[in-house]
């Protein structure tokens, strides 16, 4: 039997970019294509998406892209991965309801060929077959996938929670689950986000009910921020604004284009006369009225950051509104997002971003739930995914107490292929991996050296020594020039690398003098390791040669 491969590009070893390959001979599909959001040290960084490399090379092999779901670390990637590659999507209609304006925009029509699924369905690609299973999650329609190879069956769980009393009554089919754990599940990738917390976790229907309280409590407007994608909150919030006769406005592109598609398609059913437009409300005082606005993670760009700095024309905070934090911070946005909170603060709304009735739950499965996904698959083999490698440590901690044995449990590693042939399973060579970064303007020239130039320059500054040279000659023409920018080092330290730098360049010969890219390396060394040892900086040193 032929050797099957899962080859993660992401998603493993951190929690974004999911993006993993199942390949069987010339036969090879992908599940997911997300993105991930820059760490603080990725300066002027937009986005991050997998290095695609590996996908360009066997293009031809791709037989589909299958998406677990809607959001971001899921589908973020598609329009730079299908700009250079090409290959059919296959997906739920919500799934596509929500990403096919994007890739529009960005993509052109021939590029974007989308088929959908249903939870259900099993779909041929090659010799493999890939089955959607309806899973609970925060947004609607998220399934796992189960993908049939020669040697067994590979289950990717997605992300999951065990949600019982489901927003939109559409429960995990659980039983399928159980009767592939029956016929056999070679390999188990599971969900690990949140496998440090304990129990069982609350159902997203526990939300409505820590909405009611605070709705219950307020005065004035009620502003609720939470992700575009999250359609059943979004659905909660009407259903309580309704109760207590407020109407709702959303704000931001997305959230209300998002809104309706999906009431046109009827994944939200919003109670009659609830939804009102932004200019509307005027019309009504301020205890009838709930507004929906996009911004939970700090975004600069979004409605709620530009209300908090009172730069959004059509909506200002006042004293008296309440602002709810319906969202979990995505790590690293934590800063951007207390900033915004305080600045709300500040214009004299009450926020309120936690409360012993939850106005939040996450979407991931606790360890209980993680563990009746093991025993409901009974898998052969066991690898966590969608987590950080604490996260996978853990898991496999789990996994072993529930007597997993230690010789089939992997730690997935972006970029390592996981093979599996008739008798084993084990790590093979690595293939072309990485992160490509996006910056603000679309460009994925963002290298890792321009990371760190832009680094040096904001952590030491930058010193610029002009030369003018006579190259005929080998002799310099008039006074170089030193200038310095974003540096803290004192004044008197730049006039002593000055003068060394001076004192180098007038002890060259005419000959040495003539090697203009020797004349550049010595001015930055010099400069360098004076500026150093005086300062103890290590600024950027940038020397111009002019030519004459
Ligand atoms: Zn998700
Ligand atoms: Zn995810």
Known sequence: MALVQVIPLGGVGEI???????????????????????????????????????????????????????HEDHVGGLSYLLAQVRAPIYCTEFTEALIRSKLEERLPKDRIDIRRFKPGDI???????????????????????????????????????????????????????????????LCLFSDSTNVERPGWGPSERAVTEGLRKVFADAKGRILLTTFASNIHRMQQVYEVAAERGRKVAAVG?????????????????????????????????DEKLAILTTGSQGEPMSALVQMSKAEYGRLQIRRGDTVIYSARPIPGNEGAIWRTVNRLFDLGANVIYESKTPIHVSGHAYQEELKAMINLTKPFYLAPVHGEPRHQHMY???????????????????????????????????V???AILIDNGGNSQVSTDVIKDRLTIANEGMIIITVAIDKTKGKIVGDPKLEARAYSGSDKTLDTA????????????????????????????????????????????????IEI
């Open 16 to 70: 974004g970019k999911n993006c993993t390959v199942v390949r069987e001979g010339e036969d090879l599909v992908l599940i997911d294509c997300g993105l991930s959001f820059p760490d603080e040290e990725m300066l002027g960084v937009d986005i991050v998406v997998p290095d695609f490399s590996y996908l360009v090379e066997h293009q031809t092999l791709l037989r589909g892209i299958f998406l677990t779901h809607a």
């Open 123 to 185: 779909i041929t690609a090659g010799k493999l077959s890939v089955e959607p299973i309806r899973l609970t999650h925060s947004i609607p329609e998220n399934c796992a996938m189960a993908i049939r190879t020669s040697q067994g069956i590979m289950l990717f769980t997605g992300d999951f929670k065990l949600d019982f009393t489901p927003v939109d009554g559409k429960a995990s089919n659980l039983a399928r689950i159980g009767e592939l754990g029956r016929e056999g599940v």
């Open 253 to 285: 592109r997305r959230m209300e284009q998002n809104l309706d598609i999906c009431e046109r398609l009827g994944y939200v059913k919003i109670p009659k006369g609830t939804r009102i437009r932004l200019d509307e409300i005027h019309n009504y005082p």
């Open 396 to 430: 496999l901690q789990i996994g072993a107490e529930m007597g997993h044995p230690a010789h089939r449990m992997f730690t997935m590693k972006a970029g390592v292929p996981l093979c599996f042939d008739d008798t084993s399973a084990y790590f093979g060579e690595p």
């Open 432 to 434: 072309i991996h990485g």
């Open 498 to 545: 000055f003068e060394h730098v001076w004192d180098h360049l007038n002890a060259l010969t005419p000959t040495e003098m003539k090697d203009l890219l020797r004349v550049k390396h010595d001015i930055a060394d010099v400069a360098k390791r004076l500026i150093q040892k005086r300062a103890g900086l290590k600024p950027m040193i940038v020397p111009v040669i």
